[in-house]
């Protein structure tokens, strides 16, 4: 079982950057393969960013060289830097964890970029 507690959402203007963090508990985080998603109204959930427990990162096409992904095994922390933001990137943003057959879902963090 992994519980996942994302945070660092927020309002911000369009240009601004973002750092959201995603904190895991109850098991060996470092096993885990782990990503962001967005949700914006309406739409299902889109995967953002993934990163594998060697590493390994893959972007969406439309946060390639704006968003990065990274993490911290010591910490247990997955973060996703966003920067040069969009009003199209307004979403709620779930963090996700994979390994085998478990998948596990954090709460969500809403990020609102506006005037």
């Known amino acids: 079982q992994v519980q996942l507690v994302e945070s660092g959402g927020g309002l911000v203007q369009p240009g601004g950057s973002l750092r959201l963090s995603c904190a895991a508990s109850g098991s060996i985080f470092s096993i885990y393969a782990m990503g962001w998603y967005l949700q914006a109204p309406g739409n299902g959930r889109e995967l953002v960013a993934a990163?594998?427990?060697?590493?390994?990162?893959n972007y969406a096409d439309s946060v390639k060289g704006r968003f990065t992904i990274s993490r911290d095994n010591a910490k247990n922390t997955v973060y996703l830097q966003m920067n040069s933001l969009k009003p199209e990137d307004t979403a709620v943003y779930y963090c996700?964890?994979?390994?085998?057959?478990?998948?596990?879902w954090g709460q969500g963090t809403l990020v609102t970029v506006s005037e």
């Open positions: 990163i594998t427990s060697g590493g390994t990162t």
């Open positions: 996700n964890a994979r390994w085998d057959q478990f998948e596990y």
